[in-house]
């Protein structure tokens, strides 16, 4: 029987156990779900099953499977496969195929919706929000946390919304669910992004 957690919009997560670092794989699967849950609830999203793969194809990093029935996110590099993408890799992966439940195609719409999922994590960021009970950073007793000064928070926070942006501009070489290309070249489709963002 596969894992779950209780009171999660993510009824079931699923990893592959006979790769290195399993156990990680499945809290990362967790954390993922820990960190986008808020923005779930808004949408009012239930996940059936969030799975770890690891498609052939080295540049795809995750698959929706009809419209949210399920969802597949690469965790680790093709070719080190002992090791975890980052993070903050992951969530954007997440809300990329989150937004396959409402836009099916990369398109205008498709991308203005990403980047205002994104907004809504960085916000979730910015507020101190890192997960729920044993998936959270964790707090003192009294109430301090063992985070960084707000300050520092928010400017990490920054960082790391225009590092998400960055990626998703480029696409970063690798390719989320669906085909994205519609016949045309990655600095076609890069061009096609930027412009897209700038104007929203």
């Known amino acids: 029987d596969e894992p779950r957690m209780s009171n999660s919009l993510v009824l079931k997560f699923s990893h ?97 919706f990403l980047k205002d999922l994104n907004q809504e994590y960085d916000a979730l960021v910015d507020s101190g929000y890192s997960g ?6 964790g707090k003192r007793m009294g109430g ?11 400017q990490k926070a920054a960082e790391a919304a225009e590092a998400r942006a960055k990626k998703q501009k480029l696409m970063g070489g690798g390719r989320l669910g669906g085909s994205m290309t519609n016949g045309k070249s990655p600095r076609e489709l890069a061009a096609e992004v930027t412009f897209l963002f700038s104007t929203n």
């Open 16 to 112: 592959l156990p006979k790769l290195p670092n399993a156990d990680k794989a499945l809290q990362l699967l967790q954390k993922v779900a820990s960190l986008v849950k808020p923005i779930m609830r808004k949408h009012s999203w239930t996940l059936p099953l969030l799975s770890e793969f690891l498609p052939d194809n080295p540049n795809l990093l995750g698959l929706n499977v009809n419209s949210g029935e399920k969802i597949l996110i690469r965790l680790r590099p093709h070719r080190t496969q002992d090791t975890f993408y980052p993070l903050d890799d992951l969530i954007g992966t997440m809300l990329h195929e989150l937004t396959h439940n409402v836009h099916g195609p990369h398109d205008a719409k498709f991308y203005a």
């Open 144 to 154: 301090s946390t063992h985070s960084l000064p707000i300050h520092i928070a928010k």
């Open 132 to 137: 729920e009970g044993f998936l959270s950073d």
